[in-house]
Structure formats: structure tokens, C-alpha cells
């Protein structure tokens, strides 16, 4: 079975860390971009953070830039997405989601295939 399976999140107070994991069963991330998201019930779904398949071309969402960072290790076959200085605007369902390809063009133009069933970050004191 093809799935993707986000680890990582939880309850954390305002200005936390968390890391959260992105791996994948039944077939490999290596070669294609990643992308991170995140939703609240009842809101548009935001894309957080994007990375290619070499780490070359990284992209973030305003609202994260400098809290955010987005990293893969292909020797494990896993992307991260490391959060700092968290914000209760942070909660969310976090989702990664593979892409079609490796990310070739500009980052708003990847397409995703493959998505997680989410991992739930809550900031809260």
C-alpha cells in the first residue's frame, strides 16, 4: 500500500520547537519535491514549505520564513520540517504530500500525488 506517514507533532507551548517527520511505505520520497501543509478545520489548506529532490530550490510561506525549516535526508528516505518560536497561529493539521516529480519549475506549479492523513500540532500555553 502507498502511503505517506507524518510523525512529530503534538501540544507545545507558544515559542516551542517541534520537529515533524515525513516517511513513506510502499514506494520512496528520493526523486521527488516534498511538500509541507497545513490546515484548520474550516480554512483553506496552506502550503508551508516545499523542497526538490536535490535541495536546491527550498521554499517557504511568509508566515514562516526564519521560524521554519524544511530538510530531507534521502539516505533514510525522509523529510523533515523543523519548527522553532511557534505560534498559536501554528495549529494546524500538518500534511506532506509528494510530488509528481522532482520540482522542476517554479514551486507553485508542483503538482502532488501522494498525500499523508496529517499529523496534529497544537501551541498552546
Known amino acids: 500500500q502507498l502511503q505517506l506517514v507524518e510523525s512529530g507533532g503534538g501540544l507545545v507551548q507558544p515559542g516551542g520547537s517541534l520537529r515533524l517527520s515525513c516517511a513513506a511505505s510502499?514506494?520512496?520520497?528520493?526523486?521527488?519535491?516534498i511538500g509541507w501543509f497545513r490546515q484548520v478545520p474550516g480554512m483553506e489548506r496552506e502550503g508551508v514549505a516545499s523542497i526538490s529532490s536535490t535541495s536546491i530550490s527550498i521554499n517557504y510561506a511568509d508566515s514562516v520564513k526564519g521560524r521554519f525549516t524544511i530538510s530531507r535526508d534521502n539516505a533514510k528516505d525522509t523529510v523533515y520540517l523543523q519548527m522553532n518560536s511557534l505560534k498559536p497561529e501554528d495549529t494546524a493539521t500538518y500534511y506532506c504530500?509528494?510530488?509528481?516529480?522532482?520540482?522542476?519549475?517554479?514551486?507553485?506549479?508542483?503538482?502532488?500525488?501522494?498525500w499523508g492523513q496529517g499529523t496534529q500540532v497544537t501551541v498552546s500555553s
Open positions: 510502499g514506494f520512496t520520497l528520493n526523486n521527488h519535491a
Open positions: 504530500a509528494r510530488g509528481l516529480n522532482s520540482g522542476l519549475g517554479p514551486p507553485e506549479s508542483w503538482v502532488y500525488m501522494y
